[in-house]
């Protein structure tokens, strides 16, 4: 059988589908942005104008940003020697935190907000009260498998026992061999869960609306609900950030197989 | 957790569950394991279909490429700014509807038709279902090696008898374990549902929800039952998942 040089006819029609399916609504976005506030003639950049100075797009989204370099930090913080340390002795046990990992799809962010409003309440104001207390918190928790499987990728594709002896020969110390030998090695893991971590955050409604911050997502809803056409603005904004993000993680996952699924925005 | 088996004044009992299988409470499990189930068959056959057609031989390199990358985004792309964008597109005076309406005389909201109902919620949720099916199908159906076709049509099998005989029995355990990776996706969705309808069509989330708002009063153990229940429910669907997981893991290399 010589193989079929030629694009199949009804592999065509479904990849027009598919691309239908998913430009439209872009597009429609696109078209309802460009329109004027008053007369809802086209075509004016006003409604970018209008959320660019909106300070509240700023500190809302700084405010999302932050809440996701802290979470991004600690759940490094937290799984880089813990994945390491499991690699490197005690192999039994990454089934049963590859299990672990997936408790979070099973308790979904609208039931695990239910159980934090109730355990951490009565913890101090700077933790409950304050988005980088709380959220942080919570956002580790959905941060947690998508770094876990990241740097579990990461880790398998080195020979840990070998850099680590290798390390130590050389006389080099536990926070020498961590920071030094492993840490670049599994750079791009780390990254690649970042990014992940970055968009999950940035994109977070459920939580963060629900324990009452107002951030990113919030102020979204809250152009969505009160204001017509810059909602659309505000929407492919925030469409640009999912993609820059994204594409960073494309960047550097480069020549790897890796499933980019995020859970959080939903 | 332990919360949906307390009465308000702090004793035990399982009321609260009990409740749960009454209304309004059995719609809200009934709407919601409907749309889910409606957008992970759908989304499962589309995102199937659109994954082999981009996949198969013929199709450019590069056209693989960009779905991977775009349904990476798209996959993402989800709560609030997608509702947004649907209404945008589908909404009473969105631009879709303005061009039906216009071009084509054909408004659909004269006929019945409405963004804001369960039929829009399955619509909006099958933009990020379909993505995430092209997602975790691709390495699927990458592993159905071209020689294996190549070894069918060579022993004389037609093209429906290698699909009936050689496809179909090993993707359809990765196909399973996706459905029901979508199941769960789509039961456990909160943001987009609420972005789209503020909460008139009764989904669990949706009625968690209002509980922790504070815009039902009556008894918060209730809102922790619900939650209780969402987590039986996904907790299924895992127990469902993993051995299919294990499976169709099988020929994946």
Known sequence: MTPRRRIAPSAVIWLLFGAAYFLIPLLASLLVSLRDDQTAKCCTLGNYGYILHDHQFWSTIRLSFIVALETIFLTLLLLVPTVYWVHLKVPRLRPLIGFLALVPFVVAPIILVVGLLDVYRGTPQWFYGEPYGFLTAAYVILAFPYMYFSLDTGFRSIDVHTLTEASQSLGAGWPTTLFRVILPNIRAAALAGSFLTLAIVMGEYTIASLAQFNVFSVYVQYVNQNKGYPAAAVTLLAFAITWAAMLALAAVGRGRRMAPVAEGAR | ?253
Do not use: C
Request: net charge neutral; charged share 10%; proline share 5%.
């Open chain 2, 1 to 253: 957790m332990i919360g949906a088996f307390q009465s308000p004044d702090g004793g035990y009992t399982l009321d609260n569950v009990r409740a749960l299988f009454d209304e309004p409470y059995r719609t809200a499990f009934k709407n919601s394991i409907e749309v889910s189930l409606v957008t992970a068959i759908l989304g499962g056959v589309f995102g199937l279909l659109i994954a082999y057609s981009a996949i198969r031989d013929g199709t450019p390199r590069v056209i693989r490429t960009g779905l991977t990358t775009f349904s990476g985004v798209a996959a993402n792309f989800a709560g609030i700014p997608l509702a947004a964008a649907f209404i945008s597109t589908l909404g009473v005076l969105g631009v879709v509807t303005e061009f039906m309406t216009k071009q084509l005389g054909y408004n659909p909201y004269d006929h019945g038709f409405s963004l804001f109902t369960k039929t829009g919620i399955e619509i909006v949720y099958l933009y990020f279902q379909i993505p995430l099916m092209i997602l975790v199908i691709a390495p699927a159906i990458d592993g159905l090696r071209r020689e294996w076709r190549e070894a069918a049509s060579g022993l004389g099998a037609s093209s429906f008898q290698f699909w009936r005989y050689v496809g179909t029995p090993i993707l359809l355990p990765s196909l399973l374990s996706a459905i029901v990776l979508l199941f769960g996706n789509s039961f456990a969705a909160y943001a987009t549902a609420y972005g789209l309808t503020s909460g008139s069509v009764g989904l669990v989330p949706i009625t968690i929800g209002f509980f922790l708002s504070g815009d039902v009063f009556d008894n918060p153990h209730l809102g922790q039952a619900l939650a209780f229940g969402m987590f039986v429910v996904l907790g299924l669907m895992m127990l469902a998942y993993i051995p299919l997981q294990k499976v169709s893991s099988r020929w994946m290399r």
